[in-house]
């Protein structure tokens, strides 16, 4: 056997697992599971590309329905904190993705967009989630 593949590691990245297992006629298999990005690596490359992607998009429901977006979302609640600093940064368009991963609105009904950007900020300091500075 000693003709093992090498998989070069590419820099942002980390090999998650190695497997390896017996299989009939004595054959042995190894195998490397695909690379991860760090979840900060990854939350960087979607939010960037949803702001490049959605920049000239003035429906609020178009930018949250876009894929980077969604795939935000989907990381959930380990999420949070790197949207709440997005938030403290940017002031941007991320109290869907919040309602979306909590299921909570801390902001006041009929309170104004800048409102609601600093009760989610006060509720992602509550929870542990923003820094008070």
């Known amino acids: 056997m000693g003709d093992e593949e090498h ?8 090999a998650a697992s190695t497997v390896e297992a ?4 004595g054959i042995r298999i190894s195998h490397v599971s695909t690379e991860q ?11 960037d590309q949803w702001r490049k ?7 609020i429901n178009k930018r949250a329905m876009h ?3 969604q795939q935000i979302i ?6 949070l904190p790197l949207i709440m600093e997005e ?3 940017t002031r941007g368009h991320w109290l869907w993705a919040l309602f979306a991963i909590t299921g909570e609105d801390p902001a006041p009904e009929g309170c104004t967009f800048s409102e609601a950007v600093d009760a989610w900020l006060r509720w992602g300091i509550q929870h542990g989630y923003a820094s008070p500075d």
Not at 7 to 14: A, L, T, V
Not at 22 to 25: A, G, T, Y
Not at 74 to 79: C, K, V
């Open 7 to 14: 998989i070069p590691r590419q820099e942002g990245y980390h």
């Open 87 to 89: 938030l403290k940064r």
């Open 67 to 69: 894929s980077a977006y």
């Open 22 to 25: 017996d299989i009939p006629n």
């Open 53 to 59: 992607e959605t920049r000239l998009q003035s429906s």
């Open 37 to 47: 990005q760090t979840v900060e690596q990854k939350f960087r490359r979607l939010a």
């Open 74 to 79: 989907g990381m959930g609640q380990d999420a």
